[in-house]
């Protein structure tokens, strides 16, 4: 019961105001609706305090997901880690401490090549993408999805229907 949540928060797409922490998180998923989808946001925003977020990105040194702050990629082994395990020098899996890593300090958003938003009509769709669970051609960006709008081409889709959030290109 701690408000407001600091660093990132576990937010339900379907229950308006249902935000856990990240110590909450796994305990408050097999709580709740078992079909209802969560999504990780950071507060304060990435952009507000110049942190970044890789979201869909899990260090491979403490499996702490998202990423947050500086992102330290392996360009031998391709595995992930954070500023904490890469200075501490960990080397998980395969990984090596005389490959050469890459350094990310913001994130790369996510492209939705070949996908058209239905509400605006914006191509390709940038960052997260809300596709319908009825009407899987139906597909929004997130302004369209907040803002409820309805897709031109589908005349059974209802505004009823469960969204899922696609991070996938």
């Not at 797409?13 to 709580?31: M, N, P, Q």
Request: charged share 25%; with cysteine.
């Amino acid at each position: 019961q701690i408000s407001p949540i600091g660093g990132v928060r576990f937010s339900c797409l379907s229950c308006d105001g249902f935000d856990v922490c990240e110590k909450c998180y796994e305990t408050a998923r097999k709580d709740h609706d078992s079909s209802h989808q969560f999504e990780a946001v950071e507060h304060p925003l990435a952009g507000e305090t110049g942190v970044a977020v890789h979201r869909r990105i899990r260090c491979a040194g403490c499996n702490t997901s998202p990423l947050i702050g500086y992102r330290y990629h392996c360009a031998v082994c391709r595995v992930d880690m954070c500023q904490k395990c890469f200075f501490a020098r960990k080397t998980p899996g395969r990984h090596k401490e005389t490959h050469e890593m890459r350094l990310y300090s913001t994130p790369v958003p996510v492209s939705h090549k070949s996908v058209r938003c239905d509400g605006c009509g914006l191509r390709p769709i940038v960052g997260r993408r809300f596709q319908c669970d009825a009407c899987i051609s139906v597909n929004f960006c997130e302004i369209c999805y907040r803002e409820g709008s309805e897709p031109k081409h589908v005349p059974n889709h209802s505004k009823n229907h469960a969204f899922s959030v696609v991070y996938d290109v």
